[in-house]
């Protein structure tokens, strides 16, 4: 079974550009994150899809950062513009909700860097 | 606000020496995620904890979780070099939710 895909694995782009991410998750997962991980830390929740529907972005900086899930599958992660503090590695992971039981398998992660 | 706190946060091993992390937590939860993270590499599940008492064990890593005191462990047996890496706790609300993690733990084992 193929694991969740993420491109571009690696971008460095200069303050106030844009970047984009792009998110394929396990086929048949209704369920898709976009988590951010700063160097050093845990990751955090940015935004949760439910199929094509979004259930929590209360941590997503709407301001620059956008998300969408066309046809509750692939998923893109919009930045615009891009500050310093945006350098981090984005995580996209997906899962299966069956009953009490999920596991979110995460993808390989696309490191950005904002210079 | 619900937080997840780890200990220690780098952990330093001879080879074949014994070990445990500490996940504290802070709200009521009953579904307790570890994982593993390579340098440069994604998450990795290794358990998922979802009742008081439960105890789960995969070679040398050993994971428990005691819900009353909001407390989960990872006991390290004998380690060995290929343990090398850093070790995520987290915690969800239920099937559904979002994981909140802990800052990890960054395991270096020597010989």
Not at chain 1, 25 to 47: D, M
Not at chain 2, 15 to 34: A, F, H, M, P, Q
Not at chain 2, 53 to 78: C, F, N, P, W, Y
Request: charged share 20%; net charge neutral.
């Amino acid at each position: 079974e193929a694991g969740v895909a993420q491109s571009p694995r690696y971008k460095i782009i200069e303050k106030r550009q844009s970047v984009a991410f792009w998110c394929n998750p396990i086929s048949g997962h209704a369920t898709l994150y976009w988590y951010q991980q700063i160097l050093g830390q845990g990751p955090k929740l940015l935004i949760q899809f439910q199929n094509n529907g979004v259930v929590d972005d209360s941590q997503l900086p709407k301001d620059r950062f956008s998300a969408e899930r066309l046809k509750g599958v692939d998923s893109t992660l919009k930045i615009q513009p891009a500050k310093l503090e945006d350098s981090a590695v984005y995580l996209c992971a997906s899962s299966l909700v069956q009953g009490a039981m999920e596991t979110q398998y995460f993808g390989p992660g696309t490191r950005l860097l904002v210079l | 606000e619900l937080k997840v706190e780890q200990n220690p946060l780098f952990l330093s091993m001879q080879e074949g020496k014994n070990y445990t992390i500490y996940c504290n937590y802070s709200t009521t939860s009953d579904r307790l995620y570890w994982y593993r993270q390579d340098p440069g590499k994604s998450l990795e599940s290794l358990f998922v904890l979802l009742s008081n008492g439960a105890v789960k064990q995969e070679g040398r890593l050993m994971a428990s979780l005691d819900t009353k005191a909001r407390l989960s462990t990872l006991h390290i047996t004998a380690a060995v070099h290929d343990l090398s890496a850093t070790y995520f706790c987290a915690v969800d609300m239920g099937a559904g939710t979002a994981l909140i993690f802990g800052k990890g733990t960054t395991l270096s084992v020597s010989s």
